[in-house]
């Protein structure tokens, strides 16, 4: 591709509001525009590299035997509604209606959809097992949608769908996605860990979540280097509906464990889990503030012992009345709260709890999430072991770790779910009606990509890994007005394209360190720069993420290159 010919528009200066490297570096590269808020245009740049870890994604999906196919973005609300998740859902799912009021959701995933063409396209065990994936654009209304690719509002997934006769084939295909997903962020150049992560919310059984470790990850896990113990703890950082509440900072986390590694994840996450799962509010005033923190459990609230505070949250309220007016908003907007004092028992580090106001509400479904303050720990469960950064793990290999990461992956067990809720049923060999089982497992392939930059970049710009790079080589003339110089190049640029190379020319009429900057910049991973020894047949070559620079000769171009 000549650079004179298609749309690379670089910027000098980092953007306002693009807080983190990935969005910087994508938007000053030339690779993407906001169109609007969590709304992204992939330039050509973009679209290329979007193109390549599709490419990936398609060839590993297609080695674990998934089959692709392409299902609306526009859905009908009745199916939603078949499976609750109409109501459930939240404010998340985009809704709109047609000229005749009928109600549609823009496809936030495609649970519904597929069931419903499953349920009536397949009906005998012979057909079975079953899995079929996309790659297309979904449409979540984010609460705060931020960090450019990271967390848009239109965003690219891939999405995969297996459906089963049995638990046993559902572990088979679980397991073999798992592998496909290794393979996949792997060969992306991630370094990245699969984790144990709740299945709380969609009820189902095994879920595993790929994180990619960063910095700007919006989840903590707890990993160590010599185990593969790794668990998502579920630290979501958005507090919906209390925009004035005031987050803190993680000093330490704990982590709540059982010798079943299982147990301790469920306890560990059970902040994100709805109210409806057993989640208790419990309030208290520190000393002139007051501190929300969940719990979980099937004991009555007066029963709770407080030993620690897991996770808790301060709010900054100035009465008490206020504090209890959260309470109820946090837990009793569908019905009333109760609340109560509760036993308080000590060993805090927090200093003073005065006071203990507990509430529960079986029907309310909302999520409230917490930022952790405190490494204390609420639980009534006797067997709980706490464990810290710095400790052994769960399986007794290796010491704890936790990490941010960028969660690029998730796989999960669905179960009979979506299946009993719809009616998704086939014909056993003695001819009996079952409900299906089923598997569901997604990758955010624009995510990956912003993932990626997070990883590889340093202070000049990108520095693309080569699966994924735009081009592989970024080809320049140091004086454009210099014939030998562009004749060499016009020669390289043929005899690379005849060789399949993928070559972006820098064509145009700039200053050498225009064109060089903005090679930096945009981080394709070799550099050949045709100068002043055009005339002897020589070029220079750098390689981009290293730095590395040598004189190579025409001549010897093409076998070093292949
Ligand atoms: P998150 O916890 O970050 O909100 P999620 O758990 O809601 O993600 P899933 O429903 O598991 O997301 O969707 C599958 C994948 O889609 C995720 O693992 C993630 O990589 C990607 N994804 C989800 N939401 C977004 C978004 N708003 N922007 C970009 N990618 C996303
Ligand atoms: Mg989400
Ligand atoms: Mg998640
Ligand atoms: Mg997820």
């Not at 790929?210 to 990993?223: K, P, R």
């Not at 469960?381 to 950064?389: G, H």
């Not at 190379?501 to 090679?519: N, T």
């Not at 020894?533 to 730095?547: L, M, Q, S, V």
């Amino acid at each position: 591709m000549r650079q004179s010919q298609t749309l690379l528009p670089t910027l000098k200066e980092t953007p306002a509001g693009a807080d983190i490297k990935s969005h910087q570096l994508l938007l000053r590269a030339g690779f993407i525009r906001q169109t609007a808020s969590g709304v992204y245009s992939f330039l050509p740049l973009g679209k290329k590299v979007l193109t390549k870890v599709e490419a990936i994604v398609r060839e590993e999906m297609e080695n674990a035997g998934a089959v692709e196919m392409l299902m609306p973005a526009l859905q009908p609300s009745e199916l939603w509604k078949e499976t609750n998740r109409w109501d459930n859902f939240g404010p998340e799912l985009m809704r709109l209606h047609d000229r005749h009021h009928r109600e549609f959701a823009l496809g936030a995933t495609h649970e519904e959809v597929i069931t419903d063409l499953i349920r009536s396209e397949i009906n005998s065990y012979k057909k079975l097992p079953l899995t079929l994936y996309q790659i297309q654009t979904k449409f979540r209304d984010e609460k705060r949608p931020r960090f450019g690719l990271l967390r848009g509002r239109e965003f690219v997934m891939k999405d995969a769908y297996s459906f089963h006769t049995n638990d046993e084939s559902l572990d088979e295909v679980y397991d073999r996605l798992f592998t496909a997903y290794s393979n996949i962020f792997k060969r992306c150049g991630l370094n990245f860990r699969a984790v144990i992560a709740d299945s709380g919310a969609m009820g189902g059984k095994d879920t595993h979540e790929f994180m990619v470790l960063s910095e700007v990850g919006e989840d903590t896990i707890a990993y160590s280097d010599s185990s593969d113990y790794a668990a998502n703890i579920e630290m979501a950082p958005v507090i919906d509906r209390y925009e004035d509440t005031k987050q803190t900072e993680i000093d330490e986390l704990a982590l709540v464990s059982t010798p079943n590694q299982k147990t301790m994840v469920e306890v560990a996450s059970f902040l994100n889990r709805p109210l409806d799962q057993g989640i208790k509010s419990l309030l208290f005033k520190i000393d002139e503030e007051f501190v929300l923190v969940l719990t979980r459990g099937d004991h009555d609230v007066n029963d709770i012992k407080l030993k620690h505070i897991y996770q808790a949250v301060e709010v900054e309220l100035a009465t008490e009345e206020e504090a209890k007016n959260l309470l109820g908003a946090s837990v009793g907007s569908l019905g009333p709260v109760n609340v109560k004092n509760v036993e308080v028992i000590a060993d805090y580090s927090v200093k003073s709890i005065v006071d203990g106001y507990c509430g529960a509400n079986e029907d309310d479904k909302h999520y409230i999430n917490v930022q952790p303050e405190r490494d204390l720990v609420i639980s009534k469960y006797e067997d709980i072991r706490f464990i810290k950064e710095g400790d052994l793990s769960p399986d007794g290999n290796g010491i704890i770790k936790f990490a941010k990461g960028i969660e690029v992956g998730h796989v999960f067990k669905l179960g009979k779910v979506y299946t009993e809720k719809m009616g998704a049923n086939y014909l056993d060999e003695f001819g009996k009606s079952q409900v299906m089982t089923m598997g569901c497992y997604g990758i955010g392939v624009s995510r990956t990509l912003a993932a990626i930059v997070e990883q590889y970049n340093d202070e000049n710009g990108i520095t693309w890994p080569s699966a994924v790079a735009p081009y592989q080589i970024h080809m320049l003339t140091m004086q454009s007005n210099k014939e030998e110089q562009v004749e060499l190049a016009e020669q390289i640029y043929t005899t690379l394209k005849e060789n399949q190379i993928d070559v972006l020319y820098d064509d145009r009429k700039e200053r050498p360190g225009v064109k060089f900057a903005d090679s930096d910049l945009i981080g394709i991973p070799v550099r050949l720069t045709i100068g002043k020894k055009a005339n002897e047949g020589i070029i220079e070559c750098k390689i981009r993420a290293t730095g590395e620079q040598f004189d190579i000769h025409i001549s010897e171009l093409l076998g070093r290159l292949q």
